[in-house]
C-alpha cells in the first residue's frame, strides 16, 4: 500500500497562491489515480480535482476550475495542487489520496485505496 504525506499548507491572503505537495511512498504512484479533496468544518468532504495517471486526463470541480493545476513529478513520486486567486471558501484540509485504478478519479472518495493526513489551509486577510 502507499504511503501519502502532504505539505505546504498554511496561512494565505485572499488573492493569494500555494502550492501543496503528496509525497508518495512504497510505490510508484505513475499509473495511479491521484485526488486531490478538501473538507472544511462542518461540511461534506470535496473532491477538488484528480489526475488519473502520469500520462492521463485531470479533472477539476467548478469551484477550482481555471485556478487550480494539478502536476507530477515522477523522479520524487509527488504530485501537486498549486492553486492561485484564492478566496476564503478555499480554507479547508486539504487531503490526497491515491488508488491503483485511475478510474478512481470517477468513483466516490471511498474507493481510494490510501489517503495521506492532511494539511490545514487557510485563506485569511
Known amino acids: 500500500q502507499v504511503q501519502l504525506v502532504e505539505s505546504g499548507g498554511g496561512l494565505v491572503q485572499p488573492g493569494g497562491s500555494l502550492r501543496l505537495s503528496c509525497a508518495a511512498s512504497?510505490?510508484?504512484?505513475?499509473?495511479?489515480?491521484i485526488g486531490w479533496f478538501r473538507q472544511a468544518p462542518g461540511k461534506e468532504r470535496e473532491k477538488v480535482g484528480c489526475?488519473?495517471?502520469?500520462?492521463?486526463?485531470?479533472y477539476y470541480a467548478d469551484s477550482v476550475k481555471g485556478r487550480a493545476t494539478i502536476s507530477r513529478d515522477s523522479a520524487k513520486n509527488t504530485v501537486y495542487l498549486e492553486m492561485n486567486s484564492l478566496k476564503p471558501e478555499d480554507t479547508a484540509v486539504y487531503y490526497c489520496?491515491?488508488?491503483?485504478?485511475?478510474?478512481?478519479?470517477?468513483?466516490?472518495?471511498?474507493?481510494?485505496?490510501?489517503w495521506g493526513q492532511g494539511t490545514q489551509v487557510t485563506v485569511s486577510s
Open positions: 489520496a491515491a488508488d491503483p485504478d485511475p478510474m478512481a478519479c470517477w468513483r466516490r472518495p471511498t474507493h481510494f485505496d490510501s
Open positions: 512504497g510505490v510508484s504512484v505513475d499509473y495511479y489515480g
Open positions: 489526475s488519473a495517471s502520469s500520462k492521463g486526463s485531470t
